[in-house]
Nanobody, 127 residues
């Protein structure tokens, strides 16, 4: 069974930084694209960033572009989300999710969802 475990969440002041990690196991990591999603209290879950497995192409939601950076270390089966210049509106539970590389385009187009999910890590940004 695919396993994704997020870590690195916590409490940070506005303007600060955090780095989230997503450790993957029990599947062929190199065959999967990874995405980060978040869900704020009372709001729907939204996509934040995605990274392909092959050439490491990256994609970002407009709300985080220029502030967040996604990266992956295939040797460690880990994906990172570096979050800088954090704002109170970034407060949410952050989830990583996996989908087969060939389906990433459909995910980005909104016609397919991610297949495997972690349990999330809470990020709280104080003003």
């Amino acid at each position: 069974e695919v396993q994704l475990v997020e870590s690195g969440g916590g409490l940070v002041q506005a303007g600060g930084s955090l780095r989230l990690s997503c450790a993957a196991s029990r599947f062929t990591f190199g065959d999967y694209a990874i995405g980060w999603y978040r869900q704020a209290p009372g709001k729907e879950r939204e996509g934040v960033s995605w990274i392909s497995s092959s050439v490491g192409s990256t994609y970002y939601a407009d709300s985080v572009k220029g502030r967040f950076t996604i990266s992956r270390d295939n040797a460690k089966n880990t994906v990172y989300l570096q979050m800088n210049s954090l704002k109170p509106e970034d407060t949410a539970v952050y989830y990583c999710a996996a989908v087969l590389e060939l389906l990433l385009e459909s995910v980005l187009a909104g016609t397919y969802g991610m297949d495997h999910w972690g349990k999330g890590t809470l990020v709280t940004v104080s003003s």
